[in-house]
């Protein structure tokens, strides 16, 4: 059975910093492409970053320099580092795996608030 489940999210300050987790079972975790989407109230699901089968990343622009997405194959596991975070960072965050001619799997996504 496919997990992705996500955790770090919470409450943080402007300018404050979160790292969150995706733990991945029943899949070879090291054969899929992850990536972090986010999507705010009232707004379509965007890609924040990705990161290869080799440890490529990419970033959207609005978080490139303050947000590192990386992974440890051997826990299963992609991280999404944060930093300098902004009010229009708040979100729910989702993880994806995605594999070419296979299926994509989501999370079931973490809420991460930025305010003061």
């Known amino acids: 059975q496919v997990q992705l489940v996500e955790s770090g999210g919470g409450l943080v300050q402007p300018g404050g910093s979160l790292r969150l987790s995706c733990a991945a079972s029943?899949?070879?975790?090291?054969?899929?492409?992850m990536s972090w989407y986010r999507q705010a109230p009232g707004k379509e699901r965007e890609l924040v970053a990705g990161i290869t089968t080799t440890g490529s990343s990419n970033y959207a622009d609005s978080v490139k320099g303050r947000f590192t997405i990386f992974r440890v194959n051997f826990k299963n596991t992609v991280y999404l580092q944060m930093n300098s975070l902004k009010s229009e960072d708040t979100a729910v965050y989702y993880c994806?795996?995605?594999?070419?001619?296979?299926?994509?799997?989501w999370g079931q996504g973490t809420q991460v608030t930025v305010s003061s």
């Open positions: 994806k795996a995605s594999r070419m001619f296979k299926n994509d799997y």
């Open positions: 029943g899949f070879t975790f090291s054969s899929y492409a």
